[in-house]
């Protein structure tokens, strides 16, 4: 799944391409690297192979291999290769790195692998390791929580993406609005208000696509309903058909997506949207609202006059307030040789004060790295209402959840009907997965 975030753009040069094309298939899929201090290195230095998803050619990319490059120049011990292998890439050849036996030691990744993962049984229990670190205390505890499976915790948190009501405060005004909507109702209310009075439509989803899945898991968490439970087994259900009022929940949420359109809150077009039409548009200042990441600030510099008026709320919420957070994982593997020692000295970096400041300064896991800026505080004062995917594999379940959407959307199937079949479809994939539980 290729990662909405759009400050890595993970455009390649065609050399770096050929030269992990060039490594596929083979025992030695470190085709690519760079090894800033190899030569200076004892007989006793622990290699630690790092793949990334960094652009070399932005400056957020260059910031990383600079300080990727001092700290492999600090230790005498490790000596750090890193290889950098675009996300559309990078999981299809961890996957094929697992089943030689020939795992990097460390790797970026993606939230929605972790189950998948973890089923394949690679991931290092880093419980431990974590509990000793006296900068435990540092990150956000639904973070950690969530990377924790069975007590063990078996990754760790590279940076989040917290999502947030963006809206243009100009637009709002227009149409006689002194601050955004709190709630569903409100949205919708204030939808064909808009819509006279500015000419705009009021919000803007992702109806397709895989920004579609993150935010359908937010307004179901809106109406405090999960995708898979973890029931008494260890295994996973979803339990909507088994509720009525479950079922009757999710079926409302179905609703609202019906009703953004029959009020004409979104346009027409969104329910086939995906993000970059999602993030443009908005950027393009074409639609007043919108639930997206704190990357949203690098459009400012190709839109500043659209973009000046943005400022950053709660998302509106039905129940309960709640939001996406993209956690996008720390994977600690095992390896033929165990180098996790050297690894977690290689990790704590990342995760420092330091790299998080210089790289996450909007996005950090740690609490203590928070930027004065509202791409920075704003997003990070929500990240206690931050909700995650379950820790199941999520290929077909995703998927099920763009199809659910589009039976809502575009076919207009009945909400309790969508609700029913993106249940059943849940539980389908799960027991393809071996993850269903019987109770």
Same mark, same amino acid.
């Given at each position: 799944m290729l990662k909405s975030k759009n400050k890595l753009s993970f455009v390649l040069a065609t050399v770096m391409v050929l030269a992990l094309l060039a490594g596929?298939?083979?025992? %030695?899929? !470190?085709?690519?690297?760079? /090894?800033?201090?190899?030569?200076? !290195?004892? %007989?006793?230095?622990?290699t630690i192979d790092f793949w990334s998803a960094l652009d070399p050619s932005s400056e957020?990319?260059?910031?990383?291999?600079? +300080?990727?490059?001092?700290f492999d120049e600090s230790r005498d011990d490790i000596d750090v290769k890193l290889q950098v292998i675009s996300y559309d890439i990078m999981h299809d050849k961890l996957v094929a790195a697992f089943n030689a036996g *020939?795992?990097?030691?460390?790797s970026w990744g993606l939230a929605e692998w972790f189950g998948e993962f973890n089923k394949f049984d690679t991931l290092l229990d880093l419980t431990d390791y974590f509990n000793s670190w006296e900068e435990k205390d540092k990150f956000y505890g639904n973070v950690i929580d969530s990377l924790t499976i069975d007590g063990k915790l078996k990754a760790l948190p590279n940076y989040l993406g917290i999502r947030a009501l963006l809206y243009h405060e100009d637009t709002l005004k227009k149409a006689g609005y002194d601050a955004p909507p709190a709630t569903w109702d409100e949205l919708l209310a204030m939808g064909p208000v808009i819509k006279e009075k500015t000419g705009q439509e009021a919000y803007g989803i992702a109806g397709a696509g895989v920004r /579609?899945?993150?935010e359908l898991i937010m307004y179901l968490a809106q109406k405090d309903l999960v995708l898979a439970e973890l029931m008494s087994d260890g295994k996973y259900k979803n339990t909507w058909q088994d509720n009525p009022d479950q +079922?009757? !929940?999710?079926?409302?949420?179905?609703?609202?997506?019906? *009703?953004? +359109?029959?009020?004409?809150?979104? !346009?027409? *077009?969104?329910?086939?949207?995906?993000?970059?039409?999602? *993030?443009?548009?908005?950027?393009? %200042?074409?639609?007043?609202m919108v639930v997206d990441g704190s990357w949203i600030e690098t459009y400012g510099a190709e839109h500043p006059d659209e973009m000046a008026d943005v400022k950053i709320a709660a998302p509106p919420y039905s129940d309960k307030a709640a939001t996406f957070m993209e956690i996008a994982p720390l994977y600690m593997y095992k390896t033929k040789i165990d180098k996790t020692d050297a690894t977690w000295e290689f990790a704590k970096?990342?995760?420092?004060?330091?790299?998080?400041?210089?790289?996450?300064l909007n996005e950090a896991p740690r609490t203590d790295v928070v930027s004065d800026s509202q791409w920075g505080k704003d997003f990070t004062a929500l990240a206690d209402s931050g909700v995650v995917f379950p820790s199941v594999s999520l290929g077909s379940i995703t998927t099920a959840m763009q199809d659910a959407l589009a039976k809502g959307m575009l076919k207009n199937d009945k909400p309790e009907d969508v609700a029913?079949?993106? /249940?059943?479809?849940?539980?389908?994939?799960l027991k393809k997965t071996d993850e269903l539980s019987a109770d």
């Open positions: 596929c298939g083979s025992n %030695d899929t !470190k085709g690519n690297v760079t /090894s800033s201090n190899a030569n200076k !290195k004892s %007989d006793k230095v622990v957020e990319g260059r910031t990383i291999t600079k +300080l990727v490059k001092e *020939d795992a990097p030691d460390i /579609s899945p993150q +079922l009757t !929940k999710a079926a409302e949420v179905f609703q609202f997506y019906q *009703d953004l +359109l029959s009020t004409g809150t979104i !346009k027409s *077009d969104a329910k086939t949207w995906g993000w970059e039409e999602e *993030d443009q548009n908005f950027a393009l %200042d074409q639609y007043a970096f990342l995760l420092g004060a330091e790299y998080q400041s210089a790289v996450n029913k079949w993106l /249940s059943q479809a849940i539980n389908d994939s």
